[in-house]
């Protein structure tokens, strides 16, 4: 097939990137790098959470980063939403997108949101109702659909579980999830198959982390089957509190770095955005976890 002529990329990083940190960062440094990402050209970010501080404290300032952001037009500013609790708490943020999330594994389904995969689609379906009503877009994001730390691999079937019930409650896309990057090439397009029997092509998402180097196979692999949407993580941030060992998503600047190479339009300025993983990163006192973030930053001090 035919290769997308253009992918869409939400960088996670703020959310995803910065969730499990031990040591708070300050809204402020947030709302920082989104505005830093926005300048770079992306125009999907995804940018807190509304859970529970006690279960991700990095995540208690929600309301501020939403509040403080400077929007631009055209840059849909994304926030997860597990419960009806958290969606109210969103609204006053006005996201343009809420996330429920899930998981094709119980037992991480369990250890994440503290319930069973019947009982988050019973929590997500008012959610959905209550944001499509109110004209927000409602995204759904299927964890571990590959492997899951406790259960081990996950078969295409659960996979394909988890899509029907999200498309039964009215989700309008599906983010397909290797949690904690153990999918090959072949594996990831099985569980995008499994997903594609019940959300179309333009409604279909891959988050890959980048574990065990895979992801941009993985990326590559996907955009064979036609799949024009992911999610990637500026400076390579991140990883999920409840899969431990788990690294980051796969690093924008890599991503972006292939699909230029390929010819494939994203919208993003490389350089800008190698110089948002820097502020992130120096803030956080590391290198940018990014092949292609390192090559530009080396090649600019010559
Ligand atoms: C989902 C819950 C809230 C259920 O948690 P629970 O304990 O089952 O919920 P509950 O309804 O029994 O409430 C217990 C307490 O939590 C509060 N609470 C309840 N809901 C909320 C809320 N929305 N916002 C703020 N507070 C909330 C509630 O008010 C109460 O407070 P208390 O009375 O004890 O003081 C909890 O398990 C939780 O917050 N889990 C964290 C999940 C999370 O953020 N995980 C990381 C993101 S997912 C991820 O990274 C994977 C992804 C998406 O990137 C894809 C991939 O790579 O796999």
Known sequence: MQLPS???????????????????????????????????????IEVTSHVSPKWVPQMAD?????????????????????????????????????????????????????CSIAESIERFAPVVEAARAKGIHVRAVMSTAVGCPYEGEIAPERVEMFARLARQIGAQ????????????????????????????LDAVSGHFHDTYGQALANTLACLQMGIWQYDASVAGLGGCPYAKGATGNV???????????????????????????????????????????????NKRSG
């Open 173 to 200: 896309h599906l983010g397909v999830a290797d949690t904690i990057g153990v999918g090959t090439p072949r594996k990831v397009q099985r569980a995008m198959e499994a997903a594609l029997k019940h959300f179309e």
């Open 62 to 114: 929600a309301a501020e980063v939403m509040a403080g952001l400077a929007r631009q037009p055209g840059v849909r500013y994304s926030v997860l939403t597990p419960n009806m609790k958290g969606f109210e708490a969103a609204l006053q943020g006005k996201p343009d997108e809420v996330v429920i999330f899930g998981a094709a594994s119980e037992a991480f389904s369990q250890r994440n949101i503290n």
């Open 251 to 297: 690093a924008t600047e890599d991503v972006v770095f292939m699909l230029h190479g390929l010819g494939i339009e994203t919208g993003i300025d490389l350089d800008k955005l190698v110089d948002a993983g820097k502020f992130i990163s120096d803030f956080l006192g590391r290198k940018p976890n990014s092949r292609v973030a390192t090559a530009v930053l």
């Open 6 to 44: 253009k992918v869409k990329l939400v960088d996670v990083g703020p959310r995803d990137g910065l969730q499990n940190e031990k040591e708070p960062v300050p809204a402020a440094v947030k709302i920082a790098l989104v505005h830093r990402l926005q300048d770079a050209g992306l125009r999907d």
